[in-house]
């Protein structure tokens, strides 16, 4: 049984996962850590995220001794604690994606855990869905004039950030690869597409960036079972959506994620 901390717990993403794996007892024990004890607001209503009190720890990954003190006996941090889009401003992801983030990854190397699951995050690659055929038409619902096949997005690719917030994503992917090189801790990305409360994609033009709360929380789940000599690397959280324009094979082949959910089933 695996000793899995997830940050930012009562969040729409981080929720997601904690019930996933806390309903199968046998195989995780579960704890969570967050700034506060009430469900984000993006949160559906009709969804319980429900951390037992000795397994909750209240931070908001400020305190490295807290966090390092949490993270202790850990196997697994699933890190989801941040800013979830950056409108907060510079002084919020700097609190939040940037100091935290470190955070998240030094108490990890202080703790001794021997892996972190990061949220980063699809809009580390969005300045190709902003700026680049045949991307661009994709996002505009422009679907005829299409290559086939699709050439796709990959991991290997420069990041293409278009703020703020997805710079700090970035940034997190490089902490990550230092960690991984110099301290030797198993660290996997996922650059999580858009999910959303409803679990549905917001406009008909957005299945292609979009991801379902039941995938999202199943490639998670690959990343904390992934091999143990997976040192380092990125994955795109994204359903199989029809317009999908990211690489997940890479997912496919390393951790064994096989999404189960299609936008167009969700318009």
């Known amino acids: 049984?695996?000793?899995?901390?997830?940050?930012?717990?009562?969040?729409?993403?981080?929720?997601?996962?904690?019930?996933?794996?806390?309903?199968?007892?046998?195989?995780y024990d579960v704890y969570g850590l967050a700034r506060r004890r009430q469900d984000s607001d993006r949160v559906s209503p009709d969804r319980v995220i429900d951390v037992r009190e000795e397994k909750f720890t209240l931070s908001d990954m400020q305190d490295l001794d807290e966090m390092t003190n949490a993270f202790k006996g850990m196997d697994v941090v699933v890190h989801m604690a941040a800013d979830p889009s950056g409108l907060g401003g510079w002084e919020s992801v700097l609190k939040s994606n940037i100091i935290g983030g470190y955070h998240a990854f030094e108490a990890c190397r202080l703790a001794g855990v021997k892996r972190i699951v990061y949220a980063s995050s699809i809009q580390a690659?969005?300045?190709?869905?902003?700026?680049?055929?045949?991307?661009?038409?994709?996002?505009?619902?422009?679907?005829?004039?299409l290559p086939d096949p699709l050439p796709l997005v990959t991991k290997e690719m420069p990041t293409r950030p278009t703020n703020i917030y997805a710079s700090s994503k970035v940034w997190g992917e490089s902490v990550a690869r230092l960690y991984s090189?110099?301290?030797?801790l198993s660290c996997l990305c996922i650059r999580i597409g858009w999910v959303l409360g409803e679990d549905k994609p917001a406009r008909e033009n957005a299945g292609d960036i979009w991801c379902s709360q039941r995938d999202i929380a199943e490639i998670s789940e690959c990343c904390v079972n992934a091999p143990d000599d997976l040192r380092y690397d990125i994955f795109y959280g994204m359903s199989d959506n029809q317009h999908r324009w990211v690489d997940i094979e890479n997912a496919r082949e390393k951790i064994g994620y096989v999404p189960k959910d299609r936008a167009e089933d969700r318009v």
């Not at 300045?127 to 680049?132: K, L």
């Not at 090189?181 to 030797?184: N, T």
């Open 125 to 145: 690659s969005s300045g190709y869905r902003a700026y680049e055929e045949p991307y661009h038409s994709i996002s505009q619902g422009e679907f005829d004039n």
């Open 1 to 27: 049984m695996k000793k899995v901390m997830i940050t930012g717990v009562y969040g729409l993403i981080a929720g997601a996962i904690y019930n996933k794996l806390s309903s199968d007892p046998a195989s």
């Open 181 to 184: 090189d110099v301290h030797g």
